[in-house]
């Protein structure tokens, strides 16, 4: 995701972290438990909950952690700037390669590589088509879509946006929505005919970084970078209000249990986020959990959250790559069941 760029100037969002921090509620989000997993700067993280086993894209490769032993593995593939990790079927995996201009799929018992994917510049968030079967891959760089076949790996087509996409977002039907972080809009597109269907403006939205859907409601959650989450009807494009969260969103999630969406933010807060019987946003709960945390991945099934999490070492310079002070960076189990 659009971490690195951000990073430059988290320390003041530190001062919002201790305002949104004092709205917590104290009945539920409680961590569980807590997973160590080495240093290497993280992206997504991916649960495969039939496996019981949590994948991170890290910025050596994949790290996978056993969540009824504990066992932690930092490497269980080799890679550089790995971003998403995407489950495919016959126990296969796909992990983008952020700084390779590919992704891999890996059989996730081993970790053996299958086979590799040629990329645009900079492959980041992917997805699984099901209606199609087609592998979708954003490209942060070249400001485009791969489609590949989700069983051969073979390459189906390309779509050239108009800047810089992120997750890509399945709503069925064949259609995937995706945030256009740097014209602040959404882009609606078609997988079987690799087009663009519609733009969706996102007027005053800073950097659009996260989205998630709500499909039963049609309802989308942006969120930007100017401290502010929106929801949009995803059929007709219209914003149907906003609220206020902290800096530096990154991937946020939709609940299809509780119907809520989580918002992580690099300050430490962790937003929840329901709808309204209009379909505005209205925070739930603001919870104070830990520094660097801006992805997830939800048991809904099971009221899990996970949450990796870890104090970041800020780049130097324009195109530095943002690390993990020594010994700080965890995986925190959060309990989403209400007490």
């Given at each position: 995701?659009?971490?690195?760029?951000?990073?430059?100037?988290?320390?003041?969002?530190?001062?919002?972290?201790?305002?949104?921090?004092?709205?917590?509620?104290?009945?539920?989000?409680?961590?569980l438990?807590?997973?160590?997993?080495?240093?290497?700067?993280?992206?997504?993280a991916?649960?495969?909950?039939?496996?019981?086993?949590?994948?991170?894209?890290r910025?050596?490769?994949?790290?996978?952690?056993?969540?009824?032993?504990?066992?932690?593995t930092?490497?269980?593939?080799?890679?550089?700037?790995?971003?998403?990790?995407?489950?495919?079927?016959?126990n296969?995996?796909?992990?983008?390669n952020?700084?390779?201009?590919?992704?891999?799929?890996f059989?996730?018992?081993?970790?053996?590589?299958?086979?590799e994917?040629?990329?645009?510049?900079?492959?980041d968030?992917?997805?699984?088509?099901p209606?199609?079967?087609?592998?979708?891959?954003?490209?942060?760089?070249?400001?485009?879509v791969?489609?590949?076949?989700?069983?051969?790996g073979?390459?189906?087509?390309?779509?050239?946006?108009?800047?810089?996409?992120?997750?890509?977002?399945?709503?069925?039907?064949?259609?995937?929505?995706?945030a256009?972080?740097?014209?602040?809009?959404?882009?609606?597109?078609?997988?079987a005919?690799?087009?663009?269907v519609?733009?969706?403006?996102?007027?005053?939205c800073?950097?659009?970084?996260?989205?998630?859907l709500?499909?039963?409601?049609?309802?989308?959650?942006?969120?930007?970078?100017?401290?502010k989450a929106m929801?949009?009807?995803?059929?007709?494009?219209?914003?149907l209000?906003?609220?206020?969260i902290?800096?530096?969103?990154d991937?946020?999630?939709?609940?299809?249990?509780?119907?809520?969406?989580?918002?992580?933010?690099i300050?430490?807060?962790?937003?929840?986020?329901?709808?309204?019987?209009?379909?505005?946003?209205?925070?739930?709960?603001?919870?104070?959990?830990?520094?660097?945390?801006?992805?997830e991945a939800v048991?809904?099934?099971?009221?899990?959250?996970?949450?990796p999490?870890?104090?970041?070492?800020?780049?130097?310079?324009h195109?530095d790559?943002?690390?993990?002070?020594?010994?700080?960076?965890?995986?925190?189990?959060?309990?989403?069941?209400?007490?």
């Amino acid at each position: 995701m659009k971490i690195v760029a951000a990073l430059a100037g988290i320390l003041a969002g530190l001062s919002f972290f201790s305002a949104a921090a004092a709205d917590t509620s104290p009945a539920s989000y409680s961590v569980l438990r807590t997973f160590q997993a080495g240093d290497a700067f993280w992206d997504y993280a991916v649960l495969d909950s039939a496996a019981r086993r949590l994948y991170i894209g890290r910025e050596n490769g994949v790290t996978t952690i056993d969540l009824d032993s504990g066992k932690v593995t930092p490497q269980f593939i080799e890679g550089k700037q790995v971003h998403d990790i995407v489950l495919l079927d016959h126990n296969r995996a796909l992990a983008t390669n952020g700084g390779l201009a590919k992704a891999v799929i890996f059989d996730r018992g081993t970790g053996k590589i299958l086979g590799e994917i040629p990329t645009g510049t900079k492959p980041d968030g992917a997805a699984v088509e099901p209606t199609t079967g087609q592998i979708v891959i954003m490209n942060g760089i070249s400001h485009d879509v791969v489609f590949a076949d989700s069983k051969s790996g073979a390459v189906l087509g390309n779509l050239v946006l108009d800047g810089e996409p992120g997750t890509p977002v399945v709503a069925g039907r064949g259609i995937v929505f995706t945030a256009i972080s740097d014209h602040s809009e959404i882009s609606v597109i078609d997988v079987a005919t690799h087009k663009l269907v519609k733009q969706i403006p996102l007027p005053q939205c800073d950097d659009a970084s996260g989205l998630a859907l709500d499909n039963a409601k049609g309802i989308l959650l942006v969120t930007c970078a100017n401290q502010k989450a929106m929801t949009v009807d995803s059929h007709n494009g219209r914003v149907l209000g906003t609220v206020p969260i902290s800096k530096y969103p990154d991937l946020i999630a939709f609940d299809p249990v509780r119907r809520v969406f989580y918002v992580p933010c690099i300050p430490g807060t962790l937003f929840i986020i329901s709808e309204g019987g209009d379909g505005a946003p209205r925070i739930d709960a603001s919870v104070a959990l830990a520094s660097g945390i801006h992805t997830e991945a939800v048991d809904a099934e099971s009221g899990l959250l996970y949450l990796p999490a870890g104090n970041i070492i800020f780049p130097k310079k324009h195109g530095d790559r943002p690390g993990v002070e020594p010994g700080t960076f965890k995986v925190l189990v959060v309990d989403l069941k209400k007490k």
